[in-house]
């Protein structure tokens, strides 16, 4: 049973580039969640992707976009690149159901640094 | 808006002894859950332990356990019989009913000596 995979592993971009990660959920899994994690911080929460929509967004500008795919992969996407913008991109994928809480399992992340 | 706070930015233990880690958070829903999520250097999230806020019984799972305090809005870690493989970063994460955000705390380093 595949895990959450991401890609690519690290990324080195340049201030103003745009850049676009990947992510494949683990295997039954529906929804694709994005965190950023800046370096001796926190994860933070970007946005969410269900039924190829944006479901909830967090404090991030609008140079952060997705996508999701109908098998249910998903990308973000970042433009014009700040330096604060280096930092850790976790992937977490989760299964849609009712209840309070659908656990989220995290991939291993993409490293972005830009220079 | 929720905020979870980790006071220990880092901690080490001794192998076989015990640790606690501290977490406090803030949130002005009833429902939610408690987790402690587990980064080693290979950089993915493991989840450790989960807490549900309706539950009034701490949580266990082998050598890990919380102490939750709900009126004090406290959730603290301990990890018995320390291992080295439990070195790694630690973070303490909140989820609020209706969201669909995972809340982080800033981690807690945890070094465990042979």
């Known amino acids: 049973d595949a895990g959450v995979t991401q890609s690519p592993t690290h990324l080195i971009k340049t201030r103003g580039q745009q850049v676009t990660l990947r992510c494949s959920p683990k295997?039954?899994?529906?929804?694709v969640s994005w965190y950023q994690q800046a370096l001796g911080q926190g994860p933070q929460f970007i946005f969410q992707y269900y039924e190829e929509e944006e479901r909830q967004r967090g404090n991030f500008p609008d140079r952060f976009s997705g996508h999701q795919f109908p098998n249910y992969s998903s990308e973000l996407n970042v433009n014009a690149l700040l330096l604060g913008d280096s930092a850790l991109y976790l992937c977490a994928s989760s299964l849609n159901k009712q209840g309070l809480y659908n656990e989220q399992f995290f991939g291993p992340g993409t490293r972005l640094t830009v220079l | 808006a929720q905020t979870v706070t980790q006071s220990q930015p880092e901690m080490s233990v001794q192998e076989a002894e015990t640790v606690t880690l501290s977490c406090t958070y803030d949130?002005?829903?009833?429902?939610?859950?408690l987790f402690w999520y587990k980064q080693p250097p290979s950089r993915q999230m493991i989840l450790v332990i989960r807490q549900e806020a309706y539950k009034q019984q701490n949580a266990t799972e082998n050598r890990f356990s919380v102490n939750f305090q709900k009126a004090a809005k406290s959730f603290s870690l301990k990890i018995s019989d320390s291992q080295l493989g439990d070195a790694a970063m630690y973070f303490c994460?909140?989820?609020?009913?209706?969201?669909?955000?995972?809340?982080f705390g800033k981690g807690t380093k945890l070094t465990v000596n042979p």
């Open positions: 994460a909140v989820h609020q009913g209706g969201s669909e955000k995972l809340v």
């Open positions: 949130t002005s829903e009833s429902d939610y859950y």
């Open positions: 295997s039954g899994h529906d929804t």
